[in-house]
């Protein structure tokens, strides 16, 4: 109700009730808001796949104006659930998530006499690199039925969308989640009514846009983005600063730091050597490898195994985690390999896998899911800032997040 009320002040014109808040609180959620906001255009998105009639006749007796009903539904529940909406005088949107040929869909749902078509690129889908506004150009070129669209969008992209033939943008996380709704909400307002205005910058590749998000977030965001995974055991902030990078990866052995060493000439600037050394007593990194590193523009430096020359290393500033330190080293042996898959701190890490290192300690994160890791980690990011910006206002964590309902039982 909050952020609802909130969005309305910085310029929403329709409310969305979304499918979670739909099936947590149930047809009430669309009684509350109607209530709540009686000039306001009440969206339910129902995401309706059968018994399309007697879920619209629910959604619409509970107040909406407007319901979803998914688009890849078989025609005879969107026919039904239209004949329904007539009934009780309500519209119906059509929502092609996860439509398989969305653009033919598209056509057929304006033939089939849907007052909307939503372009929609759901959540999941967003987090593994997909977005609407492409399918949208298509779609728009087809039909003339009005055009809703939603996923993710942003400033930018909502900009993107009313050029390319949007009537209804429909924003989520960017604004429900900011921690100043309001403005947030201001912002996709103009953006909406002056596209022209809004400058669109060129994508970054993936690989910097992983980068830039995993400096943005904290291992806590990201671990709770991995369902509590990738956590390193026993590895500790030596010297502090945040690291971010792929890993290059060295299996060393006891009183042996050839391959440590050797390692910091085949890294490339920016990665993050990641050694298993099975010693705690005899080190096999130091103040000499450590200058050696920055030289090369290395991020950071995890060792589960023992560093020495303390001091020196403090000074040099270049983020090392370990799990030990001792005065002593050993010798230039030449055992061990580089960049093979290896376990440090309890976790296996591959070469390029991305390594990320802050206050709490280090995570790893496979490379094959980094981008999608790495937007998941932003969305728990923006969660915890709405978070912080309720418990501010005088709340506390099991009030906000309604703790004892929401228990497992
Ligand atoms: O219907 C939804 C998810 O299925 C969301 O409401 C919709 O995608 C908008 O949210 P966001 O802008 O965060 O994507």
Request: charged fraction near 25%; proline fraction near 4%; hydrophobic fraction near 40%.
């Amino acid at each position: 109700m909050e952020i609802a009320k909130e969005a309305v002040a910085g310029g929403a014109d329709w409310i969305e009730i979304g499918t979670p808040l739909i099936k947590s609180e149930g047809m009430n959620a669309i009684r509350t808001m109607r209530k709540a906001f009686p000039d306001r255009t009440i969206l339910a998105d129902m995401k309706t796949v059968d018994t399309g009639a007697m879920e619209v006749e629910m959604a619409a007796k509970a107040g909406a104006d407007v319901v979803i009903v998914l688009g890849s539904a078989d025609d005879s529940t969107v026919l039904d659930a239209l004949r329904s909406a007539h009934k009780y005088g309500v519209r119906l949107m059509a929502d092609l998530i996860s439509a398989p040929d969305p653009v033919k869909r598209a056509v057929e749902l304006e033939a089939l006499g849907v007052d909307y078509v939503n372009v929609h690129v759901g959540i999941d889908q967003q987090m593994v690199g997909k977005d609407p506004i492409s399918v949208l150009m298509e779609i728009s070129e087809k039909v003339s039925v009005q055009l809703a669209v939603a996923g993710g969008l942003d400033v930018e992209s909502a900009a993107q969308a009313v050029k390319a033939g949007a009537r209804i943008v429909i924003v989520g996380g960017n604004i429900t989640r900011s921690d100043n709704v309001t403005e947030a909400a201001m912002k996709i307002r103009k953006s909406v009514d002056s596209p022209d205005s809004v400058n669109i910058r060129s994508r970054e590749t993936v690989d910097q846009e992983i980068r830039e998000i995993f400096k943005e977030v904290s291992t806590s965001n990201i671990s709770d983005a991995m369902h509590r995974k990738g956590a390193m055991k026993g590895i500790h902030p030596l010297v502090r600063g945040k690291m971010v990078g792929p890993a290059i990866t060295v299996q060393s052995f006891p009183g042996d730091w050839a391959k440590t060493v050797e390692a910091i000439d085949l890294a490339k600037p920016g990665d993050v050597i990641v050694i298993y050394n099975e010693s705690k007593d005899v080190a096999c990194w130091g103040g000499l490898a450590t200058l050696s590193s920055l030289n090369k523009g290395i991020a950071g430096v995890v060792i589960e195994g023992a560093v020495r020359d303390i001091d020196e290393v403090e000074n040099l500033g270049l983020p090392i985690y370990t799990s030990n330190t001792v005065p002593n080293a050993g010798d230039p042996k030449g055992f061990g390999e580089i960049n093979a898959e290896i376990t440090c701190g309890g976790q296996t890490v591959k070469p390029g896998d991305y390594i990320i290192g802050d206050e709490s300690g280090v995570v790893v994160v496979p490379k094959e899911r980094a981008y999608e890791l790495a937007r998941r980690a932003k969305e728990v990011n923006k969660t915890e800032k709405r978070l912080f910006d309720e418990i501010r206002r005088g709340g506390t964590l099991s009030e906000i997040l309604e703790l004892k309902k929401w228990e497992k039982h």
